[in-house]
């Protein structure tokens, strides 16, 4: 996954259904002697709306929360979609727009208070590991370079079979991402994470080797390939939101023939556009464990 060197202004078309990070706010400068609890937070996705029901798919989002014995203060600190999961995983075909047109920005969340009931109830809240105020200044400071450079949501792993060994094609930038980045600086900077088993859900499509076709201006753009991008245009337009139950039964059947019957996907990541040739089983959601990292120096005596 591609950094980059800034972060655009999202566009005023792209909005969101829920505002993203109401309560946010800037992290605090602790005190280098402080001793902060570290918390592995999941919940199913979408959890507030719908409780466990995504739950029981393992489709989950990840969050980490902190606790400083100095102040007694929590807080909670999560990477999601600015404009939600549909809108980062496929584009808005716009009037007048040849090219389609993505809202898919991801950034980083910080605010006080840890929402106990929310984590516990469907959940997991666990304490990992304790870190000083100085490694959490530190982390700080890495997480606003990460939140400015890695700018944008990708849904999908993509790799070659579902074998443990397989080739992944591309890899997801999602929620458990950002966790498991964050996970592995605090082990760099110090933290020794106790020993328990972590999982974290990934969606992977199944596909032979991609094949690169271009980006935005070589497919769309005027001297473009005008098959190539009518072509992509209707592979998405099944996906768009739908106002009846009957045109998402119909435009179902059209996914199913699409990337099922006929193998085909389109996948748009960093600011490319790929083919797959889909294999068996196609589209897999699991939910496996991802070990705790161990860290590339000793503890700070924490």
């Not at 979408?46 to 029901?53: I, R, S």
């Not at 600190?77 to 727009?97: D, S």
């Not at 792993?157 to 397989?166: C, L």
Request: aromatic share 18%.
């Amino acid at each position: 996954h591609r950094r980059f060197d800034y972060r655009p202004k999202t566009d005023p078309y792209c909005q969101a259904r829920y505002t993203f990070c109401p309560t946010g706010s800037a992290i605090p400068v602790m005190k280098e002697e402080d001793v902060i609890e570290v918390y592995r937070l999941q919940a199913p996705v979408w959890e507030f709306k719908y409780g466990d029901l995504l739950g029981h798919l393992k489709i989950m989002h990840d969050a980490v929360g902190f606790k400083s014995s100095l102040t007694g203060k929590n807080y909670t600190m999560e990477w999601y979609e600015l404009f939600q999961l549909g809108n980062c995983t496929f584009p808005h075909l716009r009037p007048g727009m040849d090219a389609p047109f993505w809202c898919n920005q991801g950034a980083a969340c910080f605010y006080e208070g840890i929402d106990y009931a929310h984590w516990k109830e469907n959940g997991t809240l666990v304490l990992v590991t304790t870190i000083s105020g100085a490694m959490f200044n530190e982390m700080a400071k890495w997480v606003k370079y990460d939140n400015e450079t890695g700018i944008y949501y990708e849904t999908w792993t993509v790799q070659a079979s579902p074998d443990k060994q397989s080739i992944v094609w591309f890899d997801s930038y999602e929620c458990s991402k950002f966790i498991l980045r964050t996970y592995q600086k605090l082990a760099d900077l110090g933290a020794v994470f106790k020993k328990i088993q972590t999982n974290y859900t990934s969606i992977i499509l199944f596909s032979g080797e991609p094949i690169y076709l271009g980006n935005e201006t070589s497919i769309f753009g005027p001297l473009g390939n005008k098959t190539l991008a009518a072509a992509i245009r209707d592979f998405y337009y099944p996906f768009k939101p739908h106002r009846t139950v009957g045109e998402f039964f119909v435009d179902l059947l059209k996914i199913i023939d699409r990337v099922i019957l006929n193998r085909q996907f389109y996948l748009f990541y960093n600011l490319e556009y790929w083919f797959l040739p889909m294999k068996f089983p196609y589209v897999k959601i699991i939910y496996e464990e991802v070990p705790l990292p161990i860290g590339s120096k000793t503890s700070f005596g924490v």
